[in-house]
T-cell receptor, first 113, second 115 residues
Framework: DQQVKQNSPSLSVQEGRISILNCDYT??????FLWYKKYPAEGPTFLIS?????DKNEDGRFTVFLNKSAKHLSLHIVPSQPGDSAVYFC????????????FGSGTKLNVKP | EAQVTQNPRYLITVTGKKLTVTCSQN?????MSWYRQDPGLGLRQIYY???????DKGDVPEGYKVSRKEKRNFPLILESPSPNQTSLYFC??????????????FGPGTRLLVL
C-alpha cells in the first residue's frame, strides 16, 4: 500500500491564478518532505522541501505547507505560469540522512495561457 | 556540467536475458539510488547506496541487483528480466549532508521494455 498519496491525477489552472497540489501520507515517522517537478522525457528536478519541524516553507512563487496532525502537505504556486505545466511528485523520507524515499503517484498540472 | 548520466536511454530485450543499466555522476556524491516509475504508482525506490560498498534495499528490490565499487558509478543489474520489469528507470545522486536541504539529482531515465 502506498505510504504517500496524491489523489488528484491532474489539475488545470488559468495562468496567473493559484495552483494547489495536495499530498497525503500515512507514516507518522516521515520527517522530511519534498516536491519534485518532472517534464516529459526528463528526470524529476527538485522544487522545494520542508522538514517536519516546520509548517511552512517558501521559495519565490512556491510555498509548501505541512499539517502533521492531518498527515497532509500541499504545494502552492502563485502566480501560476504556463512553464509550470509538468507532473509534480511529492516525496517523503524517513531521515535527514537520505536513505529511503517514498513518492506519490504524481499530479499533472496544466497551466492555461 | 554537473550531471547524472544513464545508459542506455532506451532498451528492448527478451525475458531472461541479463542486462545492466549504467549510472554515473560527476558531482562526487556519496548517495546514489535507483527508482522505477510506473503509471499510477509514481516512483518506487529499488536500491540505494550511502557510499562505496554500502548498498541497501528500497521498496521494490526483487529481481534487481546493484553494486557500488566506485563512488561515481552505480549500475543496476537485471539478472533475468521479466515483463513486469518493463518500466521507466531513474538513477539519482545526492550529497550526504544531514539537516541540509540538499536533495537528489536525477538522471534522464532509461525506458526498458521486456518482451
Amino acid at each position: 500500500d502506498q505510504q504517500v498519496k496524491q489523489n488528484s491525477p491532474s489539475l488545470s489552472v488559468q495562468e496567473g491564478r493559484i495552483s494547489i497540489l495536495n499530498c497525503d501520507y500515512t507514516n507518522s515517522m516521515f520527517d522530511y518532505f519534498l516536491w519534485y517537478k518532472k517534464y516529459p522525457a526528463e528526470g524529476p528536478t527538485f522544487l522545494i522541501s520542508i522538514s517536519s519541524i516546520k509548517d511552512k516553507n517558501e521559495d519565490g512563487r512556491f510555498t509548501v505547507f505541512l499539517n502533521k496532525s492531518a498527515k497532509h502537505l500541499s504545494l502552492h504556486i502563485v502566480p501560476s505560469q504556463p512553464g509550470d505545466s509538468a507532473v509534480y511528485f511529492c516525496a517523503a523520507s524517513l531521515g535527514y540522512n537520505f536513505n529511503k524515499f517514498y513518492f506519490g503517484s504524481g499530479t499533472k498540472l496544466n497551466v492555461k495561457p | 556540467e554537473a550531471q547524472v548520466t544513464q545508459n542506455p536511454r532506451y532498451l528492448i530485450t527478451v525475458t531472461g536475458k541479463k542486462l545492466t543499466v549504467t549510472c554515473s555522476q560527476n558531482m562526487n556524491h556519496e548517495y546514489m539510488s535507483w527508482y522505477r516509475q510506473d503509471p499510477g504508482l509514481g516512483l518506487r525506490q529499488i536500491y540505494y547506496s550511502m557510499n562505496v560498498e554500502v548498498t541497501d534495499k528500497g521498496d521494490v528490490p526483487e529481481g534487481y541487483k546493484v553494486s557500488r565499487k566506485e563512488k561515481r558509478n552505480f549500475p543496476l543489474i537485471l539478472e533475468s528480466p521479466s515483463p513486469n520489469q518493463t518500466s521507466l528507470y531513474f538513477c539519482a545522486s545526492s550529497p550526504l549532508t544531514s539537516g541540509s536541504e540538499e536533495t537528489q539529482y536525477f538522471g534522464p531515465g532509461t525506458r526498458l521494455l521486456v518482451l
